[in-house]
């Protein structure tokens, strides 16, 4: 069964853009995953194709109308998740990644101007997502990378190289630092340890850096990473503070 991705937007354009190239484009034209981007002005029922309107009590910018966007979810009515990209959304996870990649697939909503009436995301049960603390124009570059995030997990895309990167992240830490060919260049030189052939010791030293990152840039993972490792087997006294 392929996995299913339905996009509801103004600008059907945008797809499938960057997931048309590369890890996305090539299991898209193998048939791993469907793309289909459909314009919400088809579902506008008036001669001017109106698909917005001003906000009730006033104020800045224009609103999706409910019973448009009802419509165009009504289209591609199953059993997928819908769900509403939107700055006001729950921050995007890696967690939440893989619960939609395990599925049939997703319907995503994407907003424009000041968003779309509140009414329709709580009668169509919509799951509100962002994916940062930013604002975009449009939901779609958010769409774009909630795809690009489910779909290299879909069985077969990546291989196994992708389930041992899984595992790195699922560890909940950033990844440690890659170094390649030319063991120096310009002056620098990459560590002595991974040019050992010491296989432990690389294993050690790429634990103590992956520790260091995430201490210095995130330290609301590395909390996290200490939460879940207390009392575990895994806990390693050479990365703890
Ligand atoms: Cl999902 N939409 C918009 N418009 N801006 C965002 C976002 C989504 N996530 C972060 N910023």
Known sequence: MTWRATVLTLFPEMFPGPLGLSLAGRAL??????????????????RHR???????????????????????????????P???????????TQAMVRRFAAGPGVVLLCGRYEGVDQRVIEARGLTE??????????????ALVLLDACVRLLPGVMGAAASA????????LLEYPHYTRPAEWQGRRV??????????????????????????????LWQAHLTAMQGTAIADPAVTP
């Open 165 to 172: 990167e899984e595992e790195s992240f699922a560890a909940g």
């Open 82 to 92: 819908a769900v509403y990209l939107t700055p006001r959304g729950r921050l995007l």
């Open 50 to 80: 109106t698909v917005d309107d001003t906000p009730f009590g006033g104020g800045a910018g224009m609103v999706m109308r409910p019973d448009v966007v009802d419509a165009a979810l009504d289209a591609c009515g199953d059993g997928r």
């Open 191 to 220: 560590p002595d340890v991974l040019l050992s052939g010491h296989h432990a010791e690389v294993a050690a030293w790429r634990a103590a850096e992956a520790a260091r990152v995430t201490r210095e840039r995130r330290p609301d």
């Open 129 to 142: 997502i962002s994916i940062g603390d930013y604002v975009l124009s449009g939901g779609e570059p958010a």
């Open 29 to 46: 034209a193998r048939g791993d995953w469907s793309l289909e981007a459909r314009d919400i002005r088809a579902h506008a029922a008036d």
